[in-house]
T-cell receptor, first 117, second 110 residues
Framework: DSGVTQTPKHLITATGQRVTLRCSPR?????VYWYQQSLDQGLQFLIQYYNGEERAKGNILERFSAQQFPDLHSELNLSSLELGDSALYFCASSVSSLSGGGTDTQYFGPGTRLTVL | QQPVQSPQAVILREGEDAVINCSSS?????VHWYRQKHGEAPVFLMI?????EQKGHDKISASFNEKKQQSSLYLTASQLSYSGTYFCGTASNAGNMLTFGGGTRLMVKP
């Protein structure tokens, strides 16, 4: 158990809908990262927040947005969902503020499996 | 550009050794290794920073060759629990995001 929690574990929805994924980082960690993992693919970095501020952006679609709240939990919002958005979405956390997390140990949560029908 | 991992898949018997390579076309600052079991979260194994250091714990170790822009993960005397997909994540400087390779599937059989 990494100490990072994500809810829900599974989410099934229809095309065109909007969903919100939630992540709580490990105690003491200020950075939260979001990753997308499509079937049998590697991890694609989406976005990083540090202490409520956006720090780094990867290949995140305009239909996707995220935020980090004062209690440090983060939410990833996915809208106008398409079939291709079906994937595992992981949140990770680390202590440091360095953007992108190139030197930090990132601890991953259990993921949310999103299925778009 | 994502790093290239090789081999893509490997099957071992318990007790055998394996090497997984991670190569980048860019200069590397750090390499991060993770193991992921199917449908589960990636689990952190180790970080290597530029300087060519070698790290290890238990029977899993890794090296980082800065000049060749590559890292290798060494699994010795493999155990059934080593089965899973191994990912390397690389960063070209301290402030960069991690870019992950496509993964290497490792299966250890009794």
């Amino acid at each position: 158990d990494s100490g990072v929690t994500q809810t829900p574990k599974h989410l099934i929805t229809a095309t065109g809908q909007r969903v919100t994924l939630r992540c709580s980082p490990r105690s003491g960690d200020l950075s939260v990262y979001w990753y997308q993992q499509s079937l049998d693919q590697g991890l694609q970095f989406l976005i990083q927040y540090y202490n409520g501020e956006e720090r780094a952006k990867g290949n995140i679609l305009e239909r996707f947005s995220a935020q980090q709240f004062p209690d440090l939990h983060s939410e990833l919002n996915l809208s106008s969902l398409e079939l291709g958005d079906s994937a595992l979405y992981f949140c990770a956390s680390s202590v440091s503020s360095l953007s992108g997390g190139g030197t930090d140990t990132q601890y991953f949560g259990p993921g949310t499996r999103l299925t778009v029908l | 550009q994502q790093p290239v991992q090789s081999p893509q898949a490997v099957i071992l018997r318990e007790g055998e050794d394996a090497v997984i390579n991670c190569s980048s076309s860019k200069a590397l600052y750090s390499v991060h290794w993770y193991r992921q079991k199917h449908g589960e979260a990636p689990v952190f194994l180790m970080i290597l920073l530029k300087g060519g250091e070698q790290k290890g714990h238990d029977k899993i170790s890794a090296s980082f060759n800065e000049k060749k822009q590559q890292s290798s993960l060494y699994l010795t005397a493999s155990q059934l629990s080593y089965s899973g997909t191994y990912f390397c994540g690389t960063a070209s400087n301290a402030g960069n995001m991690l870019t992950f390779g496509g993964g290497t599937r490792l299966m250890v059989k009794p």
